[in-house]
C-alpha cells in the first residue's frame, strides 16, 4: 500500500503532458472564439487549428489537407469504415478486417453486416500476426475496403502495414489502418505505406482525451458522419475543440521529436520485464509477437489465476496495469484477442497487460517483479485449478 | 467500486485452504467463465464446524467464498441452506451490480458442498444437485437497462 | 482599434468558466486515468463522471442514467436523430421537424431522406414559430420522430416545447429537441415538458468544447451512433473525456444556479440594444420573435449592405458579433433561418446577431452603438442599392 | 484569413462614389448572391482618366473593387480590359480561396464599364456582353476539394 504509485497502463490512456497542458490553456479562457468567426478572435482559433494540422500532417507524411480533426479514436474508426463503405456501396459490399481488430472497428463491421455488407474476419496466428498472403487471398471482386489495425492494443503485435498497403494498392482497394496504439509510439509514413486511411487518438501518446484525428487521403471517395455545419472543409461537422486540437498537435510534435530515445528506453524496459518475467515465474505464456510488437508492450497469462484479482492485489501495492479478463470489461467472455491467438477461455482469464511510458524506470520494473512474483503464488495457492502437490492440475 | 468490506474479504479472506477428509465438498462454476468456487465443510451433528475455500475468480469471488465460508460455521445444514445469494452481498456491503453473479456462485458452492456431504451420508435420494453446469450466460446475465 | 474588445457572440461559443478550468485541469496531468480501468487511478475517473451526470441529470429533471455524454452537441443530435430512426425503421420511415433547425439536425435528416426516409420540413412563421396544431398536422401513421429545435441559433426564437411534447406523446412519437442554445439559459424540464431526447453542447454555457451530452428517456428504443467500447453503460463507445464532461458538470451547475439573475441581466441588455437600434437607424427589420426570444439574443437585417463588411467594420473596434450571411458560412445562399421566415435574399445578407453573456454590461452596449450607427450609414454609402438622394432604390 | 492590403483597401477603399456624367457604368453581380460592383469610368482618348465605385459585399468585394479602380486609372482600354482577376487578387497579395470569385467580379466590372462606354459611342456591333447575369452558382463555386 503506501504511497508508492506506478503506472503502467500507456495503452489505456496516458497522463496529457505539461507542455501540452500550457499550449491547450489560453484556449479556454482568452482565445475561446469559435474558428468560424470572422473577427479576430475567431481567426486566432483558426489559425491555431491549422497549425495543428499541419502538425499532424508532418508526423504522418501527409497533406495538411488530408487530415481531419475528430472527437476520439473511436469516431476516426467509425467514420472511415462506415464512411468508405456506404460511399462505395455500390461498387461492392465487403470489407476484410482481422479477429483482432479494436471493438471500435469490429462493432462497426458488425453493424455494417447487419446492414448488408459482408466482412471478412481474417484469422490470426499465435503471435497475432496476419499475413499479405491471407489478405490478398481474401480480396473479392466486390472488395471495398481493408481495414487492418496497425498495433494491438492488448498483445501490441504489430502487423506488415506497409505489405498489406502494397497489396491494396494494386488491387485499387482502400486501405485503412487504426494507427491509435502506433501513432507517437513507431515511425508512421501513409504515403510510405500506401495507406488510404488512418485513425489516431490523442490520449495515447500524452494528449488530451477526447480528440483524435482521421487521415485520409486526397480523393478517397467517403460520406460524412458526422452531419451538420461546414466545418473541417465540409467534412466533419462540428464546432472545433480548438484547445484539445492544438493539444494534439503539440502532443505528436513532442511524440515524433522524442520517438527514437523513447522507443530504446521502452524497448530496454520492455524486454527486461518479459526476460524476468519469464525467469521467474513458471506456468505462463507470453502474448503477441516477442520482436514484432510495440516497445512498451508486455503481455503475459498466469495460469490458474484470473485477471482482476491480479490487478486489485497489484493495485494495492500502488501498480497499475490492465488485463483481458472478463471481469474488467463488463463483457462476459474474456479478450477476443486473446481467444483468437489460441488461448483457452481459462488461460485468457488470466492475462495481464504492462504498458510502459517514459516516466517509467528499471527501478519500476524491479518494483513490478518484486510486487508480481509473491501476488501470483498467492493467488495460485487460493486457486482450485493450481494443486501443486496433487499434481492433478487440469 | 468495491466496498472496504469486499476489499479486506478479498486481501485477508479468511478461511482460504482445503480441509482434508471434509465431509462435504462443492465446486461450483466453470474455468471458461472465469470463476470457480470450491467448499470444503466439515459437519458433526448436523452443524457445520468448519468451512475452507478455493477459488480462481475476481475480487468479488474470493470476498464472496470468504464471507460464505464465515456465515456457515456454526449454522445448522438446514439453516445454511438458507443462506441466500443477498445474504453474502449483503454481508459484505453489497457489491457492485455486474459483480451480483459471484454472489450466486457462493450460495450455490454452499449447496453443492451440503449435497455432497448429504449424497455421501444417503441423506439424497434423487440427484437433483442443478447448481452447476450453468452456462456462463445464466450466472454473468448483465441488465442491459443499466 | 486599440485594445477594446468586447465579446457579443456567446450563441456562437462562450469562454470556458474560470472555475470550470480549474475543475478539470486535474483530470488532465494528475487524475488522468481510464475510467474503465479497476485500478484506484481508474476508479476515480470514473466516479468523476458520475458525479458530472448526476449534475447533468438535475439540471434537466432526469435521473443519471438517461444522460449520456457525447462529444458535442451535433454528435448528440446526429445520434438521436440517426439512431431513433433506424432503430424503428419497422414501424414507420416519417420524421417531422422544422425548416430552421440547426444544420446539425438538417444535414442529418437529409441524409436519412437519401436512406429512404421521409421528412416533413415544417414552415415557420415570420417570426420563426412553429405551432404544436402544425406539428400535429403533420403526423403521420408511421411517423416515429418528431425533432424541433428548443431555441433558435441566430434569431433566439424559443418553440411552444411543452405544447409539442404534449402533442407527441399522445400520439405516441419519439419527441426530441435540439436545445444547444438553450440549455444554460432557460429552465427546461423533461418530465413536465414530455422530451423523450435532448441535445445539449458544453461550450455554449461557459463550458468546454467539445462535449455534449444526449438525454435518453428510459426505454427510448435507438441505435448506437459511435461502435466501439461498452463505455456509457454501452451505448456510446470510445474513452470518456473525463476532464471536458467534469468541465460540462461543473459549467452546468453554475448555469442553472445563476439562471435567473443572469436571465434579468440578459434581458436588460437585449431589450434595451433592440430598442435603441429601432430607434437610431433606419431601414432595418428585428428578425425573430419580440418576447419568445432567448434572454441574450438580437438579430437585425440592416437594408442595402452587406453583413461580412458590418462585421469587419465592427471588428476592428474591437466588436465581436455575428451574421446569416452566406459569406460568413463558406456557402452560397444567406442563413436558411432567415430565409424561412421570409427574408429576400438581399436583405438575409445583411444580418447582424448580437448575443449577449454574464460579462456584458450597458457600458457595452453604449459602446456598440456608437460604433454601429455611423458603421451602417458608411456602408449604405458605399452601397448601389442605396441611393438615398436620387430615391431609387429598388 | 485577409491579406492587410485587402483590410486597407476595404477599411480606406480608394475611388468609391459616383461619377457623374460618367463615360461608361458597368454593374455586375447580384443582391441575391451577397455582392454588385457598379463601377463608373472617366474616359478621355481611350484613356481611363478616373474610375469611382459602389459595392454592396464583403470584405474582398469592396477591396477588389478598390483596387480594380486603382489599377484602370491611366490605361488605355486595351490594357484595362487585359486586367485578369488574377492580377487583381495579386496586387492586393492574394485572397482567401473562398473570395476568389469577387476578383472576377472586379474583373467583368471593369469590362463590363467599357463595355457600356463602347456601346455608347458605338464602338461594339454585336452584344457580346456576357459579364452579367450569370447564376449565383457560377461565380461562387467552391471547389470541395478544397
Ligand atoms: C487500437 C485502438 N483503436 C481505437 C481505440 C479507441 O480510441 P478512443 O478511446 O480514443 O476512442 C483504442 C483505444 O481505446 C485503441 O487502442
Ligand atoms: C442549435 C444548435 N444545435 C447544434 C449545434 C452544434 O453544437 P456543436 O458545435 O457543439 O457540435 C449548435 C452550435 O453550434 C447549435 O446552435
Known amino acids: 500500500m503506501g504511497d508508492k504509485f506506478i503506472y503502467f497502463d500507456h495503452a489505456a490512456t496516458t497522463a496529457t503532458r505539461k507542455e501540452v497542458v500550457e499550449a491547450m490553456l489560453p484556449y479556454f479562457t482568452e482565445k475561446f472564439g469559435n474558428p468560424s468567426s470572422i473577427y479576430t478572435l475567431g481567426r486566432e482559433s483558426k489559425k491555431a487549428i491549422e497549425e495543428s494540422r499541419d502538425k499532424v500532417a508532418k508526423a504522418l507524411g501527409a497533406t495538411s489537407k488530408e487530415i481531419f480533426f475528430t472527437g476520439s479514436g473511436t469516431e476516426a474508426d467509425n467514420w472511415a469504415v462506415k464512411g468508405v463503405a456506404y460511399a462505395n456501396r455500390q461498387k461492392g459490399k465487403h470489407i476484410i478486417t482481422t479477429s483482432i481488430e479494436h471493438h471500435a472497428i469490429l462493432h462497426t463491421c458488425q453493424y455494417l453486416e447487419s446492414d448488408g455488407f459482408e466482412v471478412t474476419y481474417l484469422p490470426v496466428d499465435e503471435n497475432g500476426l496476419v499475413t499479405p498472403e491471407q489478405v490478398e487471398k481474401a480480396i473479392r471482386p466486390d472488395t471495398i475496403l481493408i481495414s487492418i489495425m496497425f498495433a494491438n492494443n492488448e498483445i501490441g503485435t504489430i502487423q506488415p502495414i506497409a505489405e498489406i498497403g502494397k497489396i491494396a494498392k494494386t488491387h485499387k482497394i482502400y486501405f485503412h489502418t487504426d494507427a491509435v496504439q502506433a501513432v507517437g509510439n513507431v515511425p508512421i509514413n501513409v504515403e510510405e505505406m500506401n495507406i488510404d486511411l488512418l485513425s489516431l487518438s490523442g490520449h495515447k501518446f500524452y494528449g488530451p482525451k477526447g480528440i483524435g484525428a482521421l487521415y485520409v487521403r486526397k480523393g478517397t471517395k467517403m460520406i460524412s458522419f458526422m452531419h451538420g455545419g461546414a466545418q473541417e472543409r465540409g467534412r466533419r461537422a462540428s464546432t472545433e475543440n480548438v484547445a484539445a486540437i492544438v493539444g494534439l498537435g503539440k502532443a505528436i510534435e513532442i511524440a515524433t521529436e522524442k520517438m527514437d530515445e523513447y522507443n530504446k528506453k521502452l524497448l530496454a524496459l520492455r524486454d527486461r520485464t518479459i526476460e524476468e518475467i519469464q525467469k521467474k515465474i513458471p506456468f505462463i505464456k507470453l502474448n503477441g509477437d516477442r520482436y514484432k510488437r510495440l516497445p512498451g508492450n508486455v503481455n503475459f497469462s498466469f495460469n490458474f489465476i484470473e485477471g482482476e484479482s491480479l490487478l486489485l492485489m497489484l493495485d494495492m501495492k500502488g501498480i497499475a496495469a490492465s488485463s483481458g479478463s472478463a471481469c474488467t470489461s463488463g463483457s462476459l467472455d474474456p479478450s477476443h484477442v486473446l481467444l483468437a491467438i489460441g488461448l483457452p477461455h481459462e488461460i485468457a482469464h488470466g492475462s495481464l497487460r504492462i504498458t510502459f511510458g517514459e516516466e517509467n524506470t528499471q527501478e519500476d520494473v524491479d518494483y513490478l517483479l518484486e510486487a508480481l512474483v509473491p501476488i501470483v503464488e498467492r493467488l495460485r495457492e487460493m486457486s482450485p485449478l493450481y494443486e501443486k502437490d496433487k499434481c492433478s492440475c487440469k | ?146
Not at chain 2, 459483480?99 to 458442498?113: F, Q, R, T, V
Not at chain 2, 440427484?127 to 446475465?141: F, L, P, Q
Open chain 2, 1 to 146: 467500486m468495491y466496498s472496504e468490506k469486499v476489499m479486506d474479504h478479498f486481501m485477508n479472506p479468511r478461511n482460504v485452504g482445503e480441509i482434508e477428509n471434509a465431509d462435504g465438498v462443492g465446486q461450483v462454476g466453470n474455468p471458461k467463465c472465469g470463476d470457480i468456487m470450491r467448499m470444503y465443510l466439515k459437519i458433526e451433528d448436523g452443524i457445520i464446524k468448519d468451512a475452507k475455500f478455493k477459488t480462481f475468480g475476481c475480487g468479488a469471488a474470493v470476498a464472496t467464498s470468504s464471507m460464505a465460508t464465515e456465515l456457515v460455521v456454526g449454522k445448522t445444514l438446514d439453516e445454511a441452506l438458507k443462506v441466500t445469494n443477498a445474504a453474502v452481498a449483503e454481508a459484505l456491503d453489497g457489491l457492485p451490480p455486474v459483480k451480483m453473479h459471484c454472489s450466486n456462485l457462493a450460495e450455490e458452492a454452499i449447496k453443492a458442498a451440503i449435497e455432497d456431504y448429504m449424497r455421501k451420508n444417503g441423506l439424497l435420494t434423487e440427484e437433483n444437485s442443478e447448481a452447476c453446469s450453468r452456462r456462463c450466460d445464466d450466472i454473468h446475465r448483465i441488465d442491459d437497462e443499466d
